[in-house]
Nanobody, 121 residues
Framework: QVQVVESGGGLVQPGGSLRLSCAAS????????MGWYRQAPGKERELVAL???????NYADSVKGRFTISRENAENTVYLQMNSLKPEDTAVYYC???????????????WGQGTQVTVSS
């Protein structure tokens, strides 16, 4: 009983910026890791960026220096600021949250429904 909801996708021109948001809610004791993944047509889903509860971040080489992941721990929310967007960034972007349930203290690993990002002139 954890829900993950993304927002903020859309159409942007090459070189432009977008900010994605992701909120996790439900019976959550704590979230250990939140991350953004993407899947382009005909390709496998790949990691874009993730952030651990202590603030440690990890980025795919293809987005380093252009994308920034940040998190509001108190609100179980994570953001992905995407700058200098390229056509090859076009994909469905998915948010993932891993943590511990509050009612049985078992782990959860929950995906959002995805949000489309299209970079095109």
């Amino acid at each position: 009983q954890v829900q993950v909801v993304e927002s903020g996708g859309g159409l942007v021109q090459p070189g432009g910026s977008l900010r994605l948001s992701c909120a996790a809610s439900g019976r959550i004791s704590r979230i250990n890791v939140m991350g953004w993944y993407r899947q382009a047509p005909g390709k496998e889903r790949e990691l874009v960026a993730l952030i651990i509860s202590d603030g440690t971040t990890n980025y795919a080489d293809s987005v380093k220096g252009r994308f920034t992941i940040s998190r509001e721990n108190a609100e179980n929310t994570v953001y992905l600021q995407m700058n200098s967007l390229k056509p090859e960034d076009t994909a469905v972007y998915y948010c993932n949250a891993k943590g511990i349930h509050s009612y049985n203290y078992r782990s959860f690993d929950t995906w959002g429904q995805g949000t489309q990002v299209t970079v095109s002139s």
